[in-house]
């Protein structure tokens, strides 16, 4: 298990054990100014009756980057243009988000269902498997994909959200993270018109945008929340958010041991996701596992911290071929 902490940490890293040409790639790379937008190649999956829609960039091994709430394929721009030399970066938006289907009824949104659609994007790329990337709901469907089809998995990167044992454990043990999941309870219980439901207002597309700090990206994020369903984004919690474990419980595995290669970003600023949830997640996975902290970064690591997590994923992706 590593454990770095921020760019210098990386950097220092590399030169431990890498040749100088490949640490002159990785710590000089600075992230691309260009954006993406009009770059990448848009299509759909069919899941059944369930379209998934995506956006695609570069070539080479299949990445899969599943965004959460409230979120759309464009949160991973940085990283899209980073990579996209060599892989070939395949963004969703989930179900009941933006171009992607939005199917009535709250069943329609419980995890093997979310499961199944990155099998089926998997499978129109005609891949066995791919890198699986996931933030918050994007994060516990990536677990979830190598939980239970590890098949689909070539290796996974999580963001901002913690093993589900290590969240259990937090919650459990920290009242602090006990405290952070007051939001949850609300959205299980809650309605998009409730005065305070997202941290004091209405669901809107103003103000679920309102986190991006990009004047430019906030206005496709308003566009791409006037197209998703609000009542879709709340059923991921009623279907999917798992009860508050009782004060002081012990943590019990939920979930199988994990024989893959993990990489972990958690920005420490995270209100909702305490980073006590990452304490003893090498005791649940047999791999390497490499967990880095972005100081100052908030629950938004990829677009907080988005030097720093692109950089940090070549360099662990170039690693491991």
């Not at 030169?15 to 790379?29: H, S």
């Not at 260009?34 to 695609?56: L, P, R, S």
């Not at 677990?143 to 913690?162: H, M």
């Amino acid at each position: 298990m590593k454990v770095l902490n921020g760019p210098l940490a990386l950097c220092a890293g590399i030169g431990r054990i890498f040749v100088a040409p490949l640490l002159l790639l990785l710590c000089t790379y600075t992230q691309a100014a260009v954006d993406i937008w009009d770059d990448v190649e848009h299509g759909y999956v069919a899941n059944g009756d369930v379209k998934i829609h995506y956006a695609a960039l570069g070539e080479g091994p299949l990445v899969i980057m599943i965004h959460g709430f409230p979120d759309f394929w464009y949160s991973w721009r940085h990283q899209m243009a980073g990579l996209q030399d060599s892989y070939q970066v395949v963004a969703i938006d989930q179900r009941g988000y933006n171009l992607s289907s939005q199917p009535e009824g709250e069943e329609n949104y419980a995890m093997p269902l979310l499961v199944s659609d990155i099998a089926a994007v998997i499978d129109h790329f005609d891949k066995p498997s791919a890198i699986i990337v996931g933030h918050d709901w994007g994060g516990a469907v990536a677990w979830n994909v190598a939980f239970t089809r590890p098949d689909l998995v070539d290796k996974l990167i999580i963001l901002n959200l913690p093993h589900p044992n290590g969240i259990a454990q937090a919650t459990a043990n920290n009242p602090v993270a006990r405290a952070n999941t007051g939001y949850a309870q609300k959205f299980r219980e809650g309605s998009p018109e409730d005065p305070d439901i997202f941290f004091g207002s209405p669901m809107t597309p103003q103000s679920l945008a309102g986190w991006v700090s990009d004047p430019s990206a906030r206005a496709r994020y308003v566009e791409a929340f006037e197209q998703s369903d609000f009542q879709a984004m709340l059923a991921y919690y009623r279907q999917n958010y798992p009860p508050t474990p009782e004060p002081g419980a012990a943590a019990r595995p939920t979930v199988p041991i994990l024989d893959k290669e993990v990489l972990i970003f958690h920005g420490l600023e995270d209100t909702a996701l305490h980073s006590d949830g990452l304490n003893n997640t090498w005791d649940w996975i047999e791999r390497d596992v490499t967990i880095v902290s972005a100081p100052g970064a908030g629950h938004f690591v990829q677009q907080d911290a988005a030097e720093l997590v692109t950089s940090t994923m070549r360099w662990w992706l170039l690693a491991r071929p």
